[in-house]
């Protein structure tokens, strides 16, 4: 698999770093309960879905530049992963970690990688942006995390609390959900589906 580095330290792992911090204290550097150690071992053990769950959702802003859009052979390469994510019930994280390894090591090139590395370092920025102008104790008790349902440990789903009607929240367990099936992960993906079949 191949890894960014931002400061010498892997981004997916300054990803999860900066999502640790931003549970463990509050916007204004205000302390808010830690994450358990059960919490800690799962996140761990879902990173190859986070990470995938992210890599998939930038994938189509390299549509944005023709000098990083797939070619007709890369977009067949990838619709066999993306289809198949598209109909999982679960994914499981060694089938993540196999299908991150072959989009970055075996479709994508150099170019569109280094776009991609920015892209993932601008989501950070970003997500650290918003984490700053939320109000005092806003985030207090949640682990906000890409790409998991409900946004995290002690998060909600859209339209109910965390353990409703599906695997959102604290009850996310490793291998027990798909990110790419329902709510705005699906529609994305979907999207970008139909837009790699026309070429």
């Not at 890369?74 to 598209?86: F, G, N, P, S, W």
């Not at 950070?124 to 939320?134: D, F, K, S």
């Not at 604290?170 to 026309?198: C, H, M, T, V």
């Amino acid at each position: 698999m191949r890894w960014i580095r931002l400061k010498s330290v892997p981004v997916s792992l300054a990803l999860g770093l900066g999502t640790l911090a931003s549970a463990q204290t509050g916007p204004q550097g205000g302390q808010a309960p830690t994450l358990t150690p059960e919490m800690r071992a799962r996140m761990a053990q879902m990173q190859p879905v986070i990470d995938l769950a992210q890599t998939v959702r930038l994938l189509p802003e390299l549509e944005k530049n023709a000098a990083t859009a797939v070619n007709r052979a890369q977009a067949k390469a990838l619709l066999t992963i993306l289809t198949t994510l598209q109909r999982s019930s679960a994914v499981q994280p060694n089938d993540a970690r196999k299908y991150l390894t072959q989009i970055e090591d075996r479709i994508l090139t150099e170019k569109q990688l280094s776009a991609l590395d920015g892209l993932v370092i601008k989501a950070e920025a970003e997500r650290a942006a918003q984490r700053a102008r939320r109000p005092a104790g806003g985030a207090a008790g949640q682990a906000r995390i890409p790409g998991l349902p409900g946004g995290g440990f002690g998060g909600q789903r859209p339209g109910g609390p965390a353990g409703q009607g599906g695997a959102g929240g604290q009850n996310a367990q490793p291998g027990s959900f798909n990110p790419f099936r329902e709510g705005r992960g699906a529609d994305a993906l979907g999207a970008y589906i139909a837009a790699l079949r026309k070429k």
